[in-house]
């Protein structure tokens, strides 16, 4: 693709009628990297999972960075089924932003990186990275709460960026 | 209850922002010892340096750090750079007076498919009142393996408007990194 204007917003999720989880698919092959931003908090305190092409097998890790207000720690999940980025949310509000590395490419396997902060009192503001291990080009992404469900009104937006 | 029905390739005319713009972009087809980005335009406010690395590196398995430069300035002790990094047991905060970049990419020794990752954003770049501050969000993940994750910054100690870019491991780039260079503009 040529230079010039990019950061394309490709589509846009409120949620509602308690939804456990959020779909965005067909993605366009057309970007370079993939950004999701996410606002809005899950009932009960838990995570985000994220996983790729409906795939639910063992293909996903995961190491976070994190601080709930008291100490800083570091943890790791291995052969999972989805991407935990380790950041939980809670009720109050949250917000993530992600980036999904050269998501086209099948050559790699597929990174993620996570910003995420969250303001309830059992949550953290923290950093991620995600792997799937494969090298399919990635053309939708799933997104379940740990928890029961999304609150309603909690946003997610998918946007591309495409390198020149 | 799931919601589903969002189908991106459905939805036409998708809004581009004119704010965020490509600059320049490469993916290495053989081992490569650095990339240069140069003439870099004075028309933006903010550049974003997004990568998937690997190193050429064959003494270890990961993660390996990388160098960025501005401008060819390649005196270490003009830069510092401070690291947040958790590695999936313990965390670290990390100072040294240098400009790497710590612990988010790959070695030739670590699976072939994986690549680290990192999001670089260079702040007021082409200001000539400031030192330049650099923010970094990286990481490598090889499941079983191992992990980091970093959050960091990087200053330079000049006021000179950056003209040129670089980025290096220590042993070359391997083959399938890519890099992309973007410009933000300012209101």
């Given at each position: 693709m040529a230079a010039g204007s990019t950061y394309t917003p490709i589509a846009t999720t409120t949620t509602s009628g308690n939804a456990t989880s959020v779909t965005f698919s067909s993605?366009?092959?057309?970007?370079t990297d993939l950004i999701i931003l996410f606002n809005g908090s899950v009932s009960g305190t838990s995570g985000d999972l994220a996983q790729f092409n409906g795939d639910t097998g063992s293909n996903y890790s995961s190491t976070f960075l994190r601080g709930d207000g008291s100490a800083a720690t570091s943890g790791r999940v291995t052969?999972?089924?989805?991407?935990?980025?380790?950041l939980t949310f809670g009720t109050s509000q949250s917000t993530y932003i992600m980036h999904i590395m050269n998501?086209?490419?099948?050559?790699t396997y597929k990174n993620a990186l996570y910003l995420s902060s969250s303001?309830?009192?059992?949550s953290y503001v923290g950093a991620a990275v995600g792997l799937w291990r494969s090298t399919a080009a990635i053309n939708a992404v799933n997104f379940s709460t740990s928890g029961t469900n999304y609150v309603n009104g909690s946003t997610f937006t998918l946007y591309g960026i495409a390198a020149a | 209850m799931p919601i589903l029905?969002?189908?991106?390739?459905?939805?036409?005319g998708g809004l581009v922002t004119n704010s965020y713009e490509s600059i320049a972009s490469t993916t290495l087809t053989s081992t490569t010892a650095s990339v240069i980005f140069t003439s870099?335009?004075?028309?933006?406010t903010h550049l974003q340096v997004r990568l998937i690395g690997k190193s050429g590196?064959?003494?270890?398995?990961?993660p390996d750090n990388f160098d960025i430069r501005f401008n060819?300035?390649?005196?270490?002790?003009n830069y510092n750079r401070h690291f947040m990094r958790g590695n999936g047991t313990n965390t670290a905060a990390l100072y040294s007076n240098d400009n790497v970049i710590v612990a988010c990419i790959s070695t030739?020794?670590?699976?072939?498919?994986t690549y680290g990752a990192a999001v670089i954003d260079v702040l007021d770049?082409?200001?000539?009142n400031k030192f330049k501050t650099t923010r970094v969000l990286g990481g490598v993940d090889m499941n079983s393996s191992l992990g980091h994750i970093v959050f960091g910054s990087v200053l330079w100690r000049d006021t000179a408007a950056i003209t040129t870019l670089y980025v290096a491991p220590g042993n070359q780039w391997a083959a399938d990194t890519s890099v992309a260079l973007y410009g933000i503009k300012g209101a």
């Open positions: 993605i366009p092959a057309t970007y052969s999972s089924t989805f991407i935990n980025p380790g998501y086209a490419n099948t050559t303001v309830a009192s059992s | 029905g969002i189908i991106a390739s459905s939805i036409t870099i335009p004075a028309t933006y590196y064959t003494g270890g398995t990961g060819s300035d390649s005196t270490q002790t030739s020794l670590d699976n072939a498919d770049y082409a200001n000539t």
